[in-house]
């Protein structure tokens, strides 16, 4: 018997029920085929979505992971750059000596400690995995230099690099600056 047959049997179920909106009263009608199908669909739509959020879970803990590596591997970018000038400056200083000071013996200490200071800078870019890009004889790499002028010249192909004006220095696989560079064109 159905609630529907036994509310209209009996009156005091009928009563009860009085006013509550039909689709809220437990209608036995269904049959449990029905409920078995709905509740396996249920069940099956559950399951997706864990699989889902498990998914996306570990989605996100692998993106974390290479963040937080990229962020031990380049945390020192910006120092970095920074540093790059000084050394700039060190080898501009060491190129600007003449021969004739250098062999002076009022001069020695200093280029000396010129070169030290020098070759101490290359030892800590390299121990940070700080490399100076290869430039010069080169084809011009748009990734890697930076071309500020053509210069005509019959001995190399047109767009080789012919003159490093700036070094340029990679941090692992980066680039930290570009090498700035004259690229050969052909003769007019």
Do not use: C, W
Not at 71 to 97: K, M, P, Q, W
Not at 168 to 183: C, E, F, N, S, T
Request: aromatic letters at 4%; proline letters at 4%.
């Amino acid at each position: 018997m159905t609630d529907t047959e036994r509310r209209s049997h009996d009156p005091e179920a009928a009563a009860e029920l009085e006013g509550v909106p039909a689709d809220m009263i437990d209608d036995t009608t269904k049959s449990l085929e029905e409920d078995l199908a709905r509740l396996s669909h249920d069940l099956e739509t559950a399951k997706q979505d864990v699989l889902y959020a498990k998914a996306e879970t570990q989605n996100v803990r692998r993106r974390l992971e290479k963040d937080i590596a990229d962020a031990r591997a380049y945390a020192a970018t910006g120092f970095a750059r920074d540093v790059l000038s000084v050394a700039d400056n060190i080898a501009r200083a060491l190129e600007a000596i003449p021969a004739d000071l250098r062999a002076d013996d009022k001069f020695r200490n200093l280029v000396a400690g010129l070169d030290a200071t020098g070759r101490e800078i290359e030892k800590v870019f390299a121990s940070h995995g700080i490399t100076r890009i290869a430039a010069k004889g080169l084809p011009l790499d748009p990734h890697q230099h930076q071309a500020m002028i053509e210069m005509p010249s019959a001995d190399v192909e047109p767009g080789t690099v012919v003159q490093e004006l700036q070094a340029g220095y990679m941090i692992k696989d980066r680039l930290l600056r570009a090498a700035m560079v004259a690229v050969a064109k052909k003769p007019d």
